[in-house]
């Protein structure tokens, strides 16, 4: 959901679900036990929650539009890891930063079709999106 503060900028909130993400590693070691603690650690995250900040229109002019995007997004993240009947579990959250850009072009006043990306800062890796989709203005 976005609210016009101005003509050119917005305060923005989303909720935002990165997906979900696997990994599996073959490989010749003394202490499988040892190896599965350090591989559960290095695992993607993917995580998932609100995202809020603002969205500055940079042009606007024959249908097209042009924004950037920037903000916090506050996440949280589940994950396990399984080696035969053992399970390690963990779970993280944080707020860190996201930044991106979108385009777009009026199909109709109220309806247009936009390309968006976004890069979220995650602590211990980042992670990108791009979204094609349609907006609808009231």
Known sequence: ASFALTNTLEIEAHYVDLGEASLSIAGDTLSAEQLHQQVSDVGPLLAKGIRSGFSFTLLQAE?????????????????SSQYGNT??????????????AS?????TEPLTLQLQYTRYN????KADSVMLGLSYNF
Request: no cysteine.
């Open 122 to 125: 995650l602590s211990g890796n």
């Open 63 to 79: 249908g097209w539009s042009m924004a950037a995007q920037a903000g916090v997004f506050s996440w949280w993240s589940n994950s």
């Open 103 to 107: 385009a777009g072009y009026a199909l």
């Open 87 to 100: 399970i390690i579990r963990s779970s993280d959250s944080d707020t860190d930063i996201y930044w991106g």
